[in-house]
């Protein structure tokens, strides 16, 4: 049997990525039979599963960028198609169906019909002899038409027929809406791409999950649902800390999942309280792009303030609870390479680091499976570490830009080139001495990304 899911028809690129996460996380093997980024339908068979039903289920059952899934009953370009596949398909299993309650109903993609044609095509299904009770709500099977239509088309170009074995995770959007959360700032991500890069990461309980960008903790509340234990940290304590009795443990506290929340940590990758050992499952970031005032991290280009500095009273500032500890400028490039070796150096095997990055510019034609990292046009070419497999590349466009979510899992140490590892270290140790060589340099010099994103505004404004 070969089953149906019923994506929704946004994040394109995000949708196959998700599910083949998914679906490494329930163990389960899937092929794809149908699919396209054009299309909200995709076509896929359980290879080796002793249960397939069982294995759809568990597929879907977290899944926020699916719909449901259905076992595919039958295809087709024309009604008198899809019954005859219907027939040679399915017969032998209408008996099994034909005396629970059930229900009929369509989906047209890019189409519409009244439900006066609706309820005519339903009921050319009738050869199937279904005796039992019509019943809207709550059937014991639930069977579906889907219909896809060319954009303004008359008729459909396909049709499929399917009975529903599960519904997604989707409703959890609804939960974490950020117009419903106690606690959140202009940069904190949406629900449902926190959920989706929470899936990529594979988060489930008996894991943990680390972001050391936590802001308001968009990520982490969304691990924390699947399951896993979470913490973060940033450089700025007070997003943590909050006012007023709201935090970032006070979303937690929201949600019900207080108990799974280990704390946040005022701390950047360059100066991080964590040991370098392989314990998290899964590092889950958005590093901040520097657009608004340029990159920082913690330090200073001025001499005194490299040393404690004592008030008026002889007690060290930096014990203060108002302290604000003293930033520097950092480069864009320097911190994406930080957060790779970050997450080589912290990542159990297998453990997986989803990271967002900016692109300045739209992007056309790129194809994640190239050979050649560099695309045309682009600001910035994906980051490498010899010791991570970049396992997806999903993308989100914007007006004059789009940012791209970057999944890596942590290779055993076996699998890890040690020449290539060797020589990437020392290179990081070239790059960071001619950082701590220019001192003078500014945050706009050390981000491209930031010019190319305000030239890009600046060109539209002018019209060019």
């Known amino acids: 049997m070969d089953y149906l899911i019923r994506f929704v028809q946004i994040h394109e690129t995000f949708r196959r990525p998700e599910t083949d996460s998914l679906a490494e996380m329930a163990g389960v093997k899937i092929e794809w039979l149908s699919y396209s980024e054009d299309s909200p339908f995709a076509i896929i068979r359980f290879n080796g599963a002793s249960d397939p039903t069982a294995a759809a289920r568990a597929l879907l059952s977290r899944s926020i960028l699916g719909v449901a899934i259905y076992e595919l009953w039958g295809s087709g370009v024309d009604y008198e198609s899809l019954h005859n596949d219907i027939r040679d398909r399915t017969q032998p299993l209408w008996d099994q169906y034909s005396r629970g309650t059930f229900r009929f109903d369509m989906d047209s993609f890019y189409g519409s019909r009244p439900a006066s044609e609706q309820r005519k095509i339903i009921e050319t299904f009738s050869y199937m002899a279904f005796t039992g009770q019509i019943r809207m709500r709550q059937p014991d099977n639930q069977f579906r038409i889907f219909e896809e239509y060319e954009l303004d088309g008359p008729i459909p170009h396909h049709l499929h027929f399917g009975r529903l074995v599960a519904e ?20 904190s991500m949406d629900a449902e791409l926190s959920l989706v890069t929470a899936n990529l990461a594979q988060a489930a309980p008996g894991t943990l999950a680390y972001d050391p960008f936590m802001g308001t903790g968009s990520f982490p509340v969304a691990c924390a649902h699947f399951g896993a234990a979470v913490f973060g940290s940033d450089l700025d304590g007070r997003s943590i800390r909050g006012k007023g009795g709201r935090n970032v443990s006070s979303n937690f506290d929201q949600y019900g999942t207080a108990a799974q929340y280990l704390g946040g940590l005022v701390a950047d990758l360059t100066n991080t309280p964590l040991r370098e050992k392989r314990f998290l499952n899964s590092i889950v970031c958005d590093p901040p792009y520097g657009v608004r005032e340029g990159l920082k991290v913690l330090g200073s280009t001025r001499v005194a303030l490299k040393e404690v500095v004592y008030l008026a009273d002889g007690k060290p500032a930096h014990l203060q609870a108002n302290y604000v500890p003293p930033k520097r400028p950092y480069s864009f490039m320097r911190l994406l390479d930080d957060i790779l070796d970050f997450s080589a150096d912290r990542l159990a095997d297998d453990g ?23 695309v045309p046009d682009t600001e910035y070419t994906i980051p490498r570490h010899p010791g991570l497999e970049l396992v997806s590349l999903c993308k989100q466009d914007f007006n004059k830009w789009s940012r791209r979510l970057l999944t890596y899992r942590r290779k055993a140490d076996a699998a890890v080139d040690q020449e290539q590892l060797l020589a990437y270290k020392a290179q990081r140790l070239v790059i960071a001495e001619g950082s701590q060589n220019d001192l003078k340099a500014r945050a706009d010099d050390l981000n491209a990304f930031r010019r190319k994103y305000f030239q890009g505004f600046k060109e539209q404004a002018t019209g060019v």
């Open 352 to 374: 997986r680091l989803c990271m967002w990055m900016p692109v300045a510019g739209l992007i056309e034609g790129e194809d994640p499976a190239a050979e050649e990292d560099a």
């Open 168 to 187: 997604s995770d989707r409703k959890a959007m609804n939960k974490y809406s950020l117009k419903t959360r106690n606690y959140i700032a202009t940069t």
